[in-house]
């Protein structure tokens, strides 16, 4: 099975109600109009790292450091009806930049409360890992889309069958 190496980083802050993450509505490409993370393809000769870094700086325009981000996890998506679109995602979190975010051409950023994801707006898989990487939990995990390409069909925990 061939997947894309993509990968996502959270940005994550303490505020008054709580622990916030940094999304974005996504305004072209794969998953437009829908709520996601910050991040995208690997190009070839980077690192996962250079990659997350690259992207968030280029659709929410701020700095994140290799450094400062927090291996998170992976998930690789199965889309058993679209193969071409199986992705292999490394997932990071910080809580250091420099910048504030602010709207590209891709993303429209925008913070929301960790405890209160706006799922009924993101991809329906979001809901089955996205709260456990905000925990701090680091996942490794299969998620198989039915063939609609939007509704989970079956999730994989790599980590319970080592």
């Known amino acids: 099975m061939t997947s894309v190496p993509v990968t996502l980083c959270f940005l994550l802050r303490d505020?008054?109600?709580?622990?916030?993450?940094?999304?974005?509505?996504?305004?072209?490409?794969?998953g437009?109009?829908?709520?996601?993370g910050l991040g995208g393809h690997v190009e070839a000769g980077e690192s996962d790292a250079e990659a997350v870094c690259r992207?968030?700086?280029?659709?929410?325009?701020v700095m994140v450091l290799e450094e400062d981000l927090r291996h998170a996890g992976v998930v690789e998506f199965v889309f058993p009806s679209?193969?071409?679109?199986n992705m292999h995602t490394r997932l990071f979190t910080t809580r250091r930049?420099?910048?504030e975010p602010s709207e590209s051409a891709e993303i429209a950023p925008e913070w929301?409360?960790?405890?209160?994801?706006?799922?009924?707006?993101?991809?329906?898989?979001?809901d089955h890992w996205l709260p456990v990487v905000?925990?701090?939990?680091?996942?490794?995990?299969v998620i198989v889309l039915?063939?609609?390409?939007?509704?989970?069909r079956k999730v994989l925990d790599n980590a319970a069958n080592r």
């Open 134 to 141: 905000l925990s701090g939990t680091e996942i490794d995990i």
């Open 112 to 126: 929301f409360r960790a405890g209160a994801l706006p799922a009924d707006r993101m991809w329906q898989d979001a």
């Open 82 to 85: 679209r193969p071409e679109w």
């Open 97 to 99: 930049w420099e910048g």
């Open 32 to 36: 437009t109009g829908k709520i996601v």
């Open 146 to 152: 039915n063939d609609d390409n939007e509704t989970v």
């Open 55 to 61: 992207e968030v700086l280029e659709e929410a325009g």
């Open 15 to 30: 505020a008054e109600a709580g622990l916030e993450v940094l999304l974005g509505l996504k305004k072209t490409g794969f």
